[in-house]
């Protein structure tokens, strides 16, 4: 073989290499870059196939809790008691959406605080009345939100029909949808998927996506307020990664609406529910449209014990709780004085509101 014969083989193999590394080098990083070994091993190897084909549930795991604790994939996504089961590549998974069954083999406590909320089944029976859920379900929710679930259905459900319910009311509605496995509701509607992110679950912006518009504008409302203004000036300097069990003013010095209508703070472990902590300037202006049959206690004002209850399971007593409580939350951020006050200027303009309206 003579020389030059073989110089031309060594330049043509030479070009055919430059040109698969600069090929290979075009591609996106997201077919090029393998998980490491801990993630692999952290997620039950689920990333080697999915990081290829949704990259961003991937990315959304890996910023999530779960991966930081090591919490797998496959922990999440077995098939509870009750769910149908399949075979993913070798792995058994949950044969359906996820749903609360899957969360609360963790998170049991906070599955019940979630089942005595009027987040639950009083949520899906404020469309379907009581023919949504079975017998078993109406009566636990009636004992903690009495007039919640045992109810007709709504108007629209007849004169809209059922395609415009479930593209419409349904949309935000099935935070308490009864599942086929038994349970209620999905945690996702507030908690996003694969992140699990309690700091999106404080933003304003997701309980408004459903509490908005001019029938339940409770989103339009805090924006206005002078909590909702501070809050949009002070965002980045909160810490809304802050542990629940530890969250302290000093993690929240501006209110969201999770602060006072679920979080708990300072040590304060309960959630006082939207009726206990209605600002006099913020919400009230707005009681009226937004009280509505479903939505009153027995003293006929709106009350609405949201997720996360935080009170053992037990429908507290507003005769006993009202007073020194709403003060004592209030004034982790505002003066006594000023608590104080505006909790009696509260109370009058409930007192006028059950007169005139109710």
């Known amino acids: 073989m003579s020389f030059r014969s073989v110089f031309i083989a060594l330049v043509i193999a030479f070009a055919l290499i430059l040109g ?37 549930v991937v990315h959304e795991y890996e910023m999530s809790k779960h ?36 969360c609360r083999s963790c998170h049991e406590q906070i599955y019940q605080q979630f089942l005595h909320s009027r987040h639950a089944a009083p949520s899906w029976a404020a469309i379907y009345g009581e023919k949504g859920l079975i017998a078993e379900q ?46 209620i509701g999905t945690c996702t509607a507030c908690h996003t998927r694969h992140t699990s992110s309690v700091a999106i679950a404080r933003l304003p912006s997701t309980c408004g ?86 939505g009153k206690d027995e003293a006929g004002v709106l009350a609405v014990p949201y997720t996360h209850d935080h009170r053992s399971g037990v429908r507290a007593s507003r005769k006993n709780r009202e007073g020194d409580e709403r003060k004592g939350f209030c004034s982790q951020g505002h003066c006594r004085r000023l608590a104080k006050r505006r909790g009696a200027n509260r109370a009058a303009v409930l007192a006028a509101d059950r007169l005139r309206v109710f």
């Open 67 to 102: 991966a930081q604790k090591g919490v797998n994939c496959l922990e999440c996504h077995q098939p509870a008691p009750g769910q149908d089961r399949k075979d993913h590549h070798g792995f058994v998974i949950a044969n359906a959406r996820l749903t609360a069954g899957n």
């Open 20 to 56: 698969a590394f600069l090929i290979n080098r075009a591609r996106p990083s997201v077919e090029t870059e393998q998980p490491g070994t801990a993630f692999v091993r952290a997620s039950g190897k689920c990333a080697e196939c999915h990081s290829r084909l949704q990259y961003s």
């Open 209 to 294: 996506q459903c509490h908005m518009g001019p029938d339940h504008s409770q989103i339009e409302i805090y924006e206005e307020s002078k909590h909702g203004v501070m809050f949009a000036a002070q965002e980045k300097l909160l810490n809304l990664d802050a542990d629940p069990k530890n969250l302290t003013t000093r993690d929240m010095f501006v209110p969201s609406c999770a602060t006072c209508h679920m979080s708990g703070i300072n040590g304060i472990g309960i959630t006082v529910g939207a009726a206990f902590v209605l600002p006099g300037k913020c919400h009230q202006r707005k009681a009226a449209k937004l009280c509505g049959r479903s």
């Open 138 to 183: 109406v009566n636990f929710s009636e004992t903690y939100q009495p007039g919640g679930t045992r109810r007709p259905p709504h108007p629209f459900v007849q004169s809209e029909g059922g395609p415009a319910m479930a593209s419409g009311c349904e949309q935000c509605h099935s935070v308490g949808k009864p599942n086929p496995d038994g349970t």
